[in-house]
């Protein structure tokens, strides 16, 4: 499989601390890959560099073949990368409809924002509220939504955006046990069509949707492979324990 996204030698100096040293890897389209690593290994870091949100020191990333090393957020959220940080960043004023519509008007300009909101919900953004599970609430104000329902919206509203590329960082944190494991079974669903970089600390949830699991170290990989070949790595148990 072609990669989607190439990660090479990729680094970040902050202040003379290397957060990001010397990392490459690559996730094919379509693929959800888990970003492991004890705190501070540079996870959320490497997320900010891919998104845009950081600037790097050295190295490149290339999505889809073009060089974005150094490309300005907003141009690689046009490109498809999208980012669902860990606290949600939608509209709490405005429906779950509202809230779907404006994610959506960020490609298609207000004109065609305008026309949307004129108009009943459209078959885009109805399909992926029904991905999601919020099709039944798309009337209801967004502050009204539990916790992981709030979390979903913010994934549907990637989905809107038409990001290939879904970066998640820690998306079940403070979910319930019934909450993770929907929130595991929709991105179970979006893989293959999306791909999927999550950074995750619930190893019940990686087990459930983890295809590949690379595992980060001060910065740098440390291991890659299946979930089971990582439990059993004997250098990550040993950036674990040691932490
Ligand atoms: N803007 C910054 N300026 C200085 N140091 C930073 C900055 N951002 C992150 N760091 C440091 O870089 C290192 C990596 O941070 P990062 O948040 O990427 O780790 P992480 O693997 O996501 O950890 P956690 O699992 O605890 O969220 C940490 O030591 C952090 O303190």
């Known amino acids: ?3 989607q996204l190439e990660i090479t030698g990729l680094q970040v100096d902050f202040g003379g601390f290397k957060a990001v040293n010397n990392l490459s890897f690559s996730v094919a389209r379509g693929e959800l890959l888990c970003l492991l690593g004890p705190n501070g290994a540079g ?3 490497t997320l900010d560099l891919i998104c845009g949100k950081t600037m790097p020191t050295g190295g490149r990333i290339a999505f889809e073949g073009e ?3 150094f490309l300005p957020e907003y141009k690689r959220a046009r490109c498809g990368v999208g980012r669902k940080f860990q606290v949600p ?3 709490k004023e405005l429906t779950v409809g509202e809230n779907m519509e404006v994610a959506r008007s960020q490609r298609s300009g207000l004109m065609a924002t305008l026309r949307i909101f004129a108009s009943d ?3 885009p953004i109805k399909g992926i509220l029904q991905r999601v599970g919020l099709f039944e609430l798309r009337k209801e104000k967004a502050a009204n939504l539990s916790h992981g329902q709030t979390q979903w919206l913010e994934i549907a509203m990637l989905l809107a955006q038409n990001s290939k590329l879904l970066l998640m960082d820690e998306p079940t944190a403070g979910m319930t046990i019934q909450e993770t494991q929907k929130t595991a079974e929709i991105f179970n669903a979006l893989k293959g069509e999306h791909t999927i970089i999550v950074v995750e600390h619930d190893m019940q949830f990686v087990r459930k949707v983890a295809e590949r699991v ?3 170290n001060q910065g ?3 291991a890659e492979g299946s979930i089971a070949e990582i439990e059993t790595n004997a250098a990550v148990k040993i950036a674990y324990l040691g932490h």
């Open 1 to 3: 499989m072609a990669s």
């Open 43 to 45: 996870k959320s870091t």
């Open 67 to 69: 060089d974005i090393t």
């Open 89 to 91: 960043s939608v509209f």
């Open 121 to 123: 919900m459209n078959g």
């Open 214 to 216: 690379t595992v980060l």
């Open 220 to 222: 740098s990989v440390l």
